[in-house]
């Protein structure tokens, strides 16, 4: 189950955390994978790790908050890695604060990078998905777009516009055979959660039904039975991964 082999899957946001865990999933089920993000060091590192266990990964180095680029730095990626058959839109940000207090450019950057920039990526790879009438189309919201969050207006709106974003594309594209999901994380074990205080962490846990943070494995999982033939039925749907925090 959940063999991937022979298809091909572009992660963004890559580098680290949730998609360094996705990427290495979906290649160790037998995926090519396009990795990208901002940090070309450690995509190679990444890659170079992959590599020594005969998998194959290809770092891409894209900023998806430029989305004027997109389509050029797809243009570039080798042959080899062409269709992309499954796309993880992973990459995120945050910049929190009261709304209050939130700049226009706190605001722009994050609806560009977790919303303009998964519209931009699509948009670029769908033509390849129609024509072979098989895609998977992962778009890793949050929780937080679901139950909001205070001090994350600009996050809450990006991901819940990711989870409208990802409905009305799944009823554009299911006639195409192309399935298109959502993964909504909950509070998750990554660079944004390390710098939380011992006493903000208990805070945050109890509210947490299974009693700890998620895991990047948590999320890569569920996007692995996304990405494959057995979800082939599972199209429009947002797979809340919050141990219970929202139910």
Do not use: C
């Amino acid at each position: 189950m959940f063999d991937l082999s022979g298809k091909v899957a572009l992660v963004t946001g890559a580098s680290q955390g949730i998609g360094e865990a996705i990427a290495e999933l979906l290649a160790r089920r037998g995926a090519r994978v396009v990795a990208a993000a901002r940090s070309t060091d450690k995509l190679e590192a990444l890659a170079a790790r992959l590599g020594e266990d005969g998998l194959e990964v290809l770092p891409l180095t894209l900023d998806v908050a430029d989305a004027v680029a997109v389509p050029e730095v797809v243009k570039g990626i080798s042959d080899e890695f062409l269709p992309v058959q499954i796309l993880v839109n992973n990459a995120g940000i945050t910049d929190d604060n009261l709304l209050a207090r939130m700049s226009l450019d706190q605001w722009q950057r994050v609806i560009d990078t977790n919303l303009t920039g998964a519209y931009a990526l699509t948009r670029q790879l769908l033509r390849g998905m129609m024509r072979n009438r098989w895609g998977r189309i992962i778009n890793i919201a949050s929780i937080s777009g679901i139950m909001g969050v205070p001090g994350q207006a600009n996050y809450a709106a990006s991901k819940a516009g990711l989870i409208g974003f990802s409905k009305a594309l799944a009823r554009e594209l299911g006639s195409r055979n192309i399935t298109v999901n959502v993964v909504a994380p909950g509070f998750t074990e990554t660079a944004m959660t390390a710098g939380l205080t011992e006493s903000h962490r208990e805070d945050l846990l109890e509210q947490v039904v299974l009693g700890r943070l998620g895991t990047p494995g948590d999320i890569a999982a569920a996007v692995l039975y996304l990405a494959s033939e057995e979800a082939g039925y599972v199209t429009g749907h947002t797979l809340n991964i919050s141990g219970g925090l929202y139910i």
